[in-house]
């Protein structure tokens, strides 16, 4: 039996809009994604960020239970504005957000290491898993970067532009994908010689 495909729908960079971005969270969810994600952008502080993400994760979760929501901050916050990449796994597990992520606001060809470095990237890493929370790493994310996200545990990872011929833009290119399929299988199989 195939495994079923996961659904997820991104809401975008959120203004500080609760109202709104939980209708439309309710309404993705209603839809039957398997994940509603938003990025905060808008909600700059702790507390515009929780109250987003409570009223997001409420709506959602009146609609359709099994909907998880994914709260995303960004690497480069200070740059681009947005709430502070630390303070996210704190708000939102206020906020009973099951999933966090890290990505980048802006597409310039950074990726979240280059903006933050490792020490930072693991660090949210870790508190996420201190807070029981599944964590998600984005933002250019090529072979090497696959990898080393991988490493540190991260549970989810997400890709665009490395997977496409062209880039952000660009169409799915089979070679891409089998350089980031390699990636991943050594990153797997350096995990469980250490083991």
Request: aromatic content about 2%.
């Amino acid at each position: 039996m195939k495994a079923p495909v996961l659904v997820s729908a991104a809401l975008g960079d959120a203004p500080h809009l609760p109202g709104t971005f939980a209708l439309a969270a309710a309404g993705a969810a209603a839809c039957g994604a398997d994940f509603v994600k938003v990025g905060l952008m808008g909600s700059a502080r702790e507390d515009q960020a929780l109250l987003l993400l409570t009223a997001i994760r409420e709506a959602v979760s009146d609609v359709n239970p099994k909907t998880r929501v994914v709260a995303a901050a960004y690497a480069d916050a200070r740059e681009e504005g947005g709430l502070p990449p630390e303070a996210l796994p704190r708000v939102a597990r206020q906020a009973g957000v099951p999933v966090v992520m890290l990505d980048t606001a802006r597409k310039d060809g950074r990726s979240t290491f280059d903006v933050l470095g490792e020490t930072a990237v693991r660090a949210f890493l870790e508190s996420a898993r201190e807070r029981g929370l599944q964590a998600a790493l984005a933002g250019s994310l090529g072979p090497e970067e696959l990898a080393l996200g991988h490493s540190m545990g991260a549970d989810i990872l997400g890709v665009r532009g490395s997977a496409c011929a062209g880039g952000r833009e660009g169409r799915l290119a089979v070679d891409r994908i089998q350089a980031l399929r390699e990636a991943l299988r050594e990153s797997v199989s350096r995990a469980s010689v250490r083991s």
